[in-house]
């Protein structure tokens, strides 16, 4: 398979499952048949930014659609879009637009349809998941 192919696989990986955050560079490069250093470097070439800049900018484009479109908090989109950390989704999301979240949101929303209400919004991107000891067995439910 030629090396832009394999790196292709790689970056269709990190467009499909950019919101997850347990989505690591080892298991991109696998994608690629690349170990994690030489990924990076190939990813570099070819696309002009590692796979971690790469991935950080898809999270933050969805994320400015969230903030204009989804009545939810800056929290709740922070996790939606893949990050741990509210401070480093701040502080990234800032370093890209110029903005933070609230300022971006200010600026922003007004200027079309109303926000879709944040359950809605919760339930499309897959933000309800049920806990450990959440879910119930068939059995329980008979009893």
């Known amino acids: ?18 919101a997850d955050p ?13 170990s994690r250093f030489h990924f990076i ?12 800049q790469y991935l950080t900018h898809r999270r933050i484009e969805r994320a400015q659609d969230l903030l204009r479109t989804a009545d939810l908090s800056v ?8 990050f741990s950390s509210l401070g480093t989704f701040s ?16 600026k922003h ?3 079309g ?3 879709i209400p944040g359950c809605y919004a919760m339930l499309y991107a897959g933000g309800f998941r ?7 067995s068939n059995s329980e439910e008979a009893d």
Request: proline share 4%.
């Open 113 to 115: 349809a109303a926000l």
């Open 1 to 18: 398979m030629d090396k832009v192919r394999q790196l292709r696989l790689a970056k269709d990986a990190m467009d499909r499952d950019w």
């Open 109 to 111: 929303v007004g200027r």
């Open 75 to 82: 929290t709740e989109i922070c996790h939606l879009v893949g």
């Open 22 to 34: 347990g989505l690591d560079l080892d298991a991109v490069a696998a994608h690629a048949g690349y």
């Open 130 to 136: 049920s806990g450990p000891g959440v879910a119930r």
């Open 41 to 52: 470097r190939a990813f570099k070439e070819a696309y002009g930014e590692t796979p971690g």
């Open 91 to 106: 502080a990234r999301f800032k370093r890209w637009t110029g903005l933070t979240p609230s300022e971006y949101r200010t």
